[in-house]
């Protein structure tokens, strides 16, 4: 009862600080110098997953098609690789035309690298109760397993490896029986360690969602963006926000991008086509042009889900 109260109380406290974005006055913000192209705002990067190696690779696979599937900020290409020479070719012939060949942006390839399994008997446990009573408990055999792994991100037409994710998780099951099979556990245990590298992946290939408006209603500010439930976005998601900046490369007259994170803020409206974002905390003026990634750390609410 003290928890139903206590979920009441927050719904509640939730509703009473509900922002309304019809008092809040728009403002002519500063733009970005590096204000994104349409293709920009659109884009989802492509993925092709090349090959997965080791022990149950084959399962291994097609539990990271179904964790990339998921992922509404990216496309998953349906296609055989080819080669690595042909996929950097096609990527670069693709990006130079400004056209889409079903090339692949970023190339992932995984492999099993251990699999351990361990039987541990646990005999008949004789305890007496507070009466005098004596009892036994079931002797069982308890049988862990563990998989070991890795996914590489690769990224295209650069041909640099871009991201590496190690992965390692334990499932155990108890029976009364020494005779166990294995392989349904052990399939389980890669399903699950392929499946907990959602959140990493998802915030890799976070979407960029790009302010095209900005409004204030006394200390508080609110930005409107092209991230929107399309690619994920959900109400409440904590976002962090970044301007582009150009950098002097020192000893030299060149000129280089640098992404810097200036902020952080929460989805407070999301539609299909937009969302409004609250701005939680800001080091520097938020620009036209300067986008924003969801980024995915647990909430309070994961406890209930």
């Not at 927050?10 to 974005?21: E, R, T």
């Amino acid at each position: 009862m003290k928890y139903l109260f206590f979920i009441i109380s927050i719904i509640f406290l939730g509703c009473a600080n509900k922002i309304n974005i019809n008092e809040f006055t728009p403002i002519n913000a500063p733009k970005s110098k590096f204000l994104p192209s349409k293709n920009e705002i659109l884009y989802k990067p492509q993925i092709l997953i090349t090959n997965f190696s080791g022990s149950y690779s084959n399962y291994a696979k097609d539990f990271l098609k179904i964790t990339l599937s998921n992922i509404k900020s990216i496309k998953l290409l349906n296609r055989q690789f080819k080669s690595l020479k042909e996929e950097i070719k096609l990527s670069e012939i693709a990006k130079s035309n400004n056209s889409n060949l079903d090339q692949a942006d970023f190339l992932i390839e995984g492999k099993i690298i251990e699999i351990t399994k361990k039987r541990i008997y646990h005999p008949s446990q004789r305890f007496k109760d507070k009466k005098g009573r004596i009892y036994y408990t079931k002797a069982y055999y308890e049988h862990t397993v563990c998989v070991k792994g890795e996914i590489s991100i690769t990224k295209l037409p650069e041909n640099i490896i871009y991201q590496t994710l190690p992965f390692y998780k334990c499932e155990y099951e108890t029976t009364s029986s020494y005779y166990f099979d294995y392989k349904p556990l052990i399939i389980e245990t890669i399903k699950s360690a392929i499946y907990n590298l959602n959140d990493k992946l998802k915030k890799i290939f976070a979407k960029k969602g790009y302010i095209f408006e900005i409004r204030k209603k006394d200390n508080d500010i609110i930005i409107k963006t092209t991230l929107n439930s399309n690619f994920g976005a959900k109400t409440d998601e904590n976002v962090d926000i970044f301007t582009i900046k150009k950098i002097k490369i020192p000893f030299s007259n060149d000129y280089k991008k640098e992404i810097l994170k200036i902020g952080e803020g929460k989805i407070i409206k999301v539609t299909n086509e937009y969302s409004w974002i609250l701005v939680k905390k800001h080091l520097q003026t938020i620009k036209i042009g300067d986008f924003v990634k969801m980024n995915y750390k647990h909430s309070f609410w994961d406890i209930f889900e």
